[in-house]
């Protein structure tokens, strides 16, 4: 199997939302994107599929290596193989990779975020930065392109964590901060035991209005020049935002399931926003 078909493998068997933006772009920014998001996974599952903590360390440890390796132009692992080809033509930088890496290790370090400011930190390195690095890819002309980037970065990810609390619970992790939980009067055990009340309610209410407003900030910083290039962002706007709108319809049930969209719903989001050019 060459790189190439390595991470095109990785890329469609994640079942991510992500993968139908892709379909829509032109070859070579296609490669990139598919190589740079196979990376993405290839570190997050370390964490997600961890059993023993100190291993999942050491495989991150590895990647730290390895992308350093790569960069200096000898990669051994086959999503860096596909990747660097391409890093330099879409300012693909090591310290994007290795922030994505550093992001990961929170989660092998951190289970609780006392409050936004901290989560938002954590959130930068594991969305904000792949914002940043997409955006180039998809043919950013703009600087003020980054901000957009990175504010829809964090929306996503807050609507991940909204929609991921019952699972994560099972891991041992609430992102939700500490403070918040507290000014709702929600106990992070009555989270742990899968436990609905009016309090929770409120509170997922809350981040979905704070994840919302980072959409309508995301799509204000867009420059009008570089609408048409970032096509597959807004087609995960469209498909993230009508995921959180669905998850507030289902009174935020999210403790002991996984509310999703169907492939054949997100496939004609995805196309709306490429098509008509609407969300």
């Given at each position: 199997m060459s790189p190439e078909q390595y991470v095109q493998q990785k890329a469609a068997a994640s079942g991510s939302s992500f993968y139908y933006a892709f379909l829509f772009l032109p070859a070579p920014r296609r490669a990139a994107i598919t190589a740079f998001y196979a990376f993405c996974r290839e570190v997050d599952d370390v964490v997600d599929d961890m059993v023993d903590p100190g291993i999942a360390r050491t495989k991150l440890a590895w990647w730290q290596a390895e992308v350093a390796k790569a960069y200096a132009g000898q990669a051994s692992h086959p999503v860096l193989q596909a990747l660097m080809p391409l890093a330099a033509d879409y300012q693909i930088e090591q310290h994007h990779l290795q922030s994505v890496i550093e992001g990961c290790q929170m989660d092998l370090d951190q289970t609780r975020y006392l409050d936004y400011?901290?989560?938002?930190?954590?959130?930068?390195?594991?969305?904000?930065?792949?914002?940043?690095?997409?955006?180039?890819?998809?043919?950013?002309?703009?600087?003020?392109?980054?901000?957009?980037?990175?504010?829809?970065?964090?929306?996503?990810?807050?609507?991940?964590?909204?929609?991921?609390?019952?699972?994560?619970?099972?891991?041992?992790?609430?992102?939700?901060?500490?403070?918040?939980?507290?000014?709702?009067?929600?106990?992070?055990?009555?989270?742990?035991?899968?436990?609905?009340?009016?309090?929770?309610?409120?509170?997922?209410?809350?981040?979905?209005?704070?994840?919302?407003?980072?959409?309508?900030?995301a799509l204000?910083?867009?420059?009008?020049?570089?609408?048409?290039?970032?096509?597959?962002?807004?087609?995960?706007?469209?498909?993230?935002?009508?995921?959180?709108?669905?998850?507030?319809?289902?009174?935020?049930?999210?403790?002991?399931?996984?509310?999703?969209?169907?492939?054949?719903?997100?496939?004609?989001?995805?196309?709306?926003?490429?098509?008509?050019?609407?969300?």
């Amino acid at each position: 199997m060459s790189p190439e078909q390595y991470v095109q493998q990785k890329a469609a068997a994640s079942g991510s939302s992500f993968y139908y933006a892709f379909l829509f772009l032109p070859a070579p920014r296609r490669a990139a994107i598919t190589a740079f998001y196979a990376f993405c996974r290839e570190v997050d599952d370390v964490v997600d599929d961890m059993v023993d903590p100190g291993i999942a360390r050491t495989k991150l440890a590895w990647w730290q290596a390895e992308v350093a390796k790569a960069y200096a132009g000898q990669a051994s692992h086959p999503v860096l193989q596909a990747l660097m080809p391409l890093a330099a033509d879409y300012q693909i930088e090591q310290h994007h990779l290795q922030s994505v890496i550093e992001g990961c290790q929170m989660d092998l370090d951190q289970t609780r975020y006392l409050d936004y400011p901290a989560l938002c930190r954590y959130c930068h390195l594991v969305a904000g930065v792949v914002g940043e690095v997409a955006a180039k890819i998809f043919g950013q002309t703009q600087p003020e392109t980054t901000a957009y980037a990175h504010a829809l970065g964090q929306a996503l990810q807050l609507t991940n964590i909204i929609r991921d609390v019952g699972e994560d619970a099972q891991r041992g992790r609430i992102y939700l901060p500490v403070n918040e939980l507290q000014k709702f009067d929600v106990r992070a055990h009555e989270i742990l035991k899968r436990s609905y009340s009016d309090p929770f309610t409120a509170l997922m209410q809350f981040q979905a209005q704070r994840a919302h407003a980072l959409y309508d900030e995301a799509l204000a910083l867009l420059p009008a020049i570089d609408r048409r290039a970032q096509k597959p962002g807004l087609m995960m706007a469209s498909i993230y935002r009508t995921l959180l709108r669905e998850i507030e319809a289902d009174q935020f049930q999210v403790l002991h399931q996984r509310i999703s969209l169907t492939p054949l719903r997100k496939m004609w989001l995805a196309w709306k926003v490429q098509a008509l050019g609407r969300m």
